[in-house]
């Protein structure tokens, strides 16, 4: 049953967050008199002794520490003497660990927060230097229209700038304060909660002592912020592993985040892309296993939520690989210009002889029909849809002209989507800088 339930494996992690909310405890019973001035320095110079120790890595575990909380006590009890045992009136391990967990995840979501900030800086940049190339688009991974290559890598910048913006949003329900809510009725000797709140650098305190030590909405929406992000990345794997294969081949990646296959030599295999869409699944597993486990709980604190620190810890540990390496992938890759330019093909054209007609007041409705039936004459002819002349597809329809050859341009096409959000160069290149805009407005 030791063993069981022991989680001082895994929850040592949390060790200097365990040590800030003590000094603020520390501080707060001084202040409401519970402690002398003197008791609450010595108590906190002990826990800065600690703390040396952990960063000196000298640290000595005892069988007998259950978790990071009473071996952080007993040693200060072995430090300063029976004067430690002050520490702990009027709170309990259930405020405690919920604090450390929210001060814990406070500070790696800063870490997170800067590589996401870093994965939309580079494909920003990638955007501008590369406006000029030109690619084919798809819907249900057909050939669909042409668009710029910054249009598609900007379109992954959206979604990157989204989940940034969740992250912000949450961050806000994380920095809350659960200490000075006890075990469950709340602390009976007036701790100051606001300046343990301000001296932790956290925006706020919980407002019901109840709920503060049973709340794990904040693991939970960590990981599902963590799920949707891994979502975004699996989907832009997915592009690029699809991009660098040898039937498309319109990106190369660095030899850095590839291998090379155990038996055939000719292979390059995309791996940092296939574990970043694997790793998703994972990602999305802690998430659901979590969940399941807050759905039965009755009120307040539960053992049951020794369960929250594993799932978070490993989702937490994945974005930090994960992330860095989504960035090293974006950074190092090169892209084939001519084999996107021979993947155009002039049926992606289809469209844009549509509006061609719509141009010259023929309703859209019809006009697609129209130009549906050019699409049939070249299949039937096995030739190029921009093979069709003026003379072909007079007959279609009154209103074609001779200016109908304009229409087979690849670069024209992505010209007149000039709406914003559109892929026209300088659509694209206002994306770009609202981007860097937003960027610039951050913390």
Same mark, same amino acid.
């Given at each position: 049953?030791?063993?069981?339930n022991r989680?001082?494996g ?14 603020a405890f520390a501080?707060?019973?001084?202040k409401?008199g ?5 008791e ?7 826990l ?8 000196n890595?000298?640290f000595e575990e005892?069988?007998s520490?259950?978790?990071?909380h009473? +071996?952080?006590?007993?040693? &200060?009890?072995e430090l300063? =003497?029976?004067? $430690? /045992?002050?520490l ?5 391990r259930?405020d ?10 406070r ?14 800086q ?18 249900h991974?057909q050939?669909?229209q042409p668009?710029r290559?910054?249009h ?12 940034v913006?969740?992250?912000d949003?949450?961050? +806000?329900?994380?920095e809350m &304060?659960p200490?000075?809510s =006890?075990?469950? $009725? /709340? ?7 606001a300046?343990?709140?301000q ?36 989907r832009?794997?997915?592009d ?24 055939m ?11 970043l869409r ?37 989702t937490?540990?994945t974005?930090?690989?994960?992330l860095p390496v989504?960035?090293g992938?974006?950074?190092t890759?090169?892209v084939?210009p001519?084999?996107?330019?021979a ?29 549906g039936?050019a699409?049939r ?13 003026y ?13 109908v050859?304009?229409?087979?341009n690849f670069e024209?096409?992505v ?11 300088r ?6 800088e ?8 951050q913390?």
């Amino acid at each position: 049953m030791e063993a069981f339930n022991r989680s001082m494996g895994y929850d040592q992690r949390m060790w200097r967050q365990d040590i800030q909310g003590s000094r603020a405890f520390a501080a707060a019973l001084g202040k409401a008199g519970i402690i002398t001035d003197e008791e609450a320095t010595e108590i906190r110079d002990g826990l800065s002794k600690i703390q040396e120790e952990w960063e000196n890595g000298t640290f000595e575990e005892k069988p007998s520490d259950e978790d990071i909380h009473s +071996a952080n006590e007993r040693r &200060l009890t072995e430090l300063i =003497g029976s004067v $430690a /045992g002050k520490l702990h009136t009027g709170r309990s391990r259930n405020d405690q660990v919920a604090t450390d967990m929210r001060l814990w995840l406070r500070d790696e979501i800063k870490v997170v927060r800067a590589h996401m900030m870093q994965l939309i800086q580079t494909a920003t940049n990638r955007a501008e230097a590369e406006v000029d190339v030109i690619m084919p688009g798809y819907t249900h991974l057909q050939p669909a229209q042409p668009v710029r290559w910054s249009h598609w890598l900007m379109s992954h910048a959206s979604a990157w700038q989204r989940d940034v913006q969740r992250l912000d949003d949450l961050t +806000a329900r994380v920095e809350m &304060l659960p200490l000075g809510s =006890g075990a469950l $009725a /709340g602390n009976p000797f007036g701790v100051d909660r606001a300046q343990m709140a301000q001296e932790l650098g956290l925006r706020g305190v919980t407002p019901n002592s109840m709920d503060a030590v049973s709340d794990r909405d904040f693991v939970a929406e960590f990981q599902f912020w963590a799920s949707l992000t891994m979502v975004h990345l699996s989907r832009w794997s997915e592009d690029l592993i699809l991009y660098c294969s040898g039937e498309f081949g319109f990106v190369k990646m660095a030899d850095a985040y590839s291998t090379g296959s155990s038996l055939m030599p000719q292979k390059k295999n995309p791996d940092a892309l296939e574990l970043l869409r694997g790793k998703s699944g994972r990602v999305m597993g802690h998430m659901t296993g979590f969940m399941i486990t807050m759905k039965g709980l009755p009120s307040t604190y539960n053992k049951d939520l020794q369960e929250d620190k594993e799932p978070l810890f490993d989702t937490v540990d994945t974005m930090h690989g994960a992330l860095p390496v989504a960035v090293g992938v974006l950074a190092t890759l090169s892209v084939v210009p001519e084999r996107m330019q021979a993947r155009l093909a002039s049926e992606m054209l289809a469209t844009d002889l549509a509006e061609y007609l719509v141009r010259k007041g023929v309703p859209f409705r019809q006009t697609h029909h129209i130009a549906g039936d050019a699409v049939r004459i070249a299949e039937e002819r096995g030739a190029e849809l921009s093979s069709l002349t003026y003379e072909d597809l007079k007959p279609l329809h009154e209103a074609f002209e001779e200016d109908v050859v304009e229409v087979w341009n690849f670069e024209r096409s992505v010209e007149q989507r000039d709406v914003v959000g559109g892929t026209s160069r300088r659509a694209v290149l206002e994306q770009v800088e609202k981007m860097r805009t937003w960027m610039e407005t951050q913390p």
